[in-house]
């Protein structure tokens, strides 16, 4: 589990976008989708060993771990580290259920959210990237499944 680059600085629109087009979603996406997205990226930095949710909390926000390590656990006490370029949090909210594990930092964290109300909206007026993310899912759950 790495870290990741710390920013000494919230990052401008364009440095944004950079970061963004790491993830494969992003990667390929309609540039006007992308800068409207990162328009709405917000930048939280969190002390080590604060809680950023608890299970049962509301998903607003879909979070990408920027910079730091985060402990996740699950209801049954099974926990992960996650370093670095990590998304919290983007199916539950997307979902809109509530949270289904802990977030914890045990280093200090930077995360960057967007609400789900906002990726919903993106995702509407841009159909295209509404696929390549029904695609991405669709991946992640085949390889989950297999034996």
Known sequence: VTPGTYLERTPTLVEKMIVMRRSSMWAA?????LAELCR???????????????????????TRLEYGIALCTN??????????GHVLGGLDAIAGTPRCYRVETETECIFF????ATQLGILEAHPQLAARMRHDLSRVILAEQAP
């Open 29 to 33: 996406a309609n540039l006007d989708a």
């Open 40 to 62: 709405h990226v917000e930048e939280v930095r969190i002390r080590a060993g604060e809680l950023v949710w608890e299970i049962g909390d509301p998903s607003v926000y879909s």
């Open 75 to 84: 209801e049954k006490g099974e926990s992960v580290r996650v370093g670095g």
């Open 113 to 116: 959210r967007v609400r789900a």
